[in-house]
């Protein structure tokens, strides 16, 4: 196996992965930054725009259109905060949390049938070789939680 092989692999397994962690399609699309945006909000409650452009390293232009696509979808909502009128703060919505509480059950479903293809010794390798992989301080649009 050269290095090609191991990267188409892996390629293969990263978009069996992503396609389990998409809404159903009949009931909403949403682009992977939107997902994304989503995700980070509700891990880290009410952000101002400027804040989740940050973490997302988008401009705040791009920030103000995807709010605004999420907010007409009703997953999130935005509001003035009193003590300054010039910032909006993005919260997750009552069918925002609702559509990630959905993703997370799947998730956990697919990722639990994905990991009883391998035995205990090689999910403990797996976790390793991943942690070996990862880039230090990468920041997680949600929280990790370790499969078994």
Known sequence: MDREELAVELQKLIREIQRGFRPHPKTLTLRPGEMRALWIVARHGP???SDL???LGISKPLVSSLARTLENLG?????VPERDHR???I?????GQHVLDEMRALRQERMTALFERLTEE???MLYHLLQKLREPGEEE??????MR
Not at 75 to 79: A, D, E, G, V, Y
Not at 141 to 146: D, G, L, S, V, Y
């Open 47 to 49: 952000l101002r725009k």
């Open 53 to 55: 452009a940050d973490i």
């Open 75 to 79: 997953l999130i909502t935005q509001s």
């Open 87 to 89: 910032r909006r703060v």
């Open 91 to 95: 919260a997750l919505s009552e069918k």
């Open 122 to 124: 090689e999910q403990e």
């Open 141 to 146: 649009a949600e929280p990790r939680q370790r």
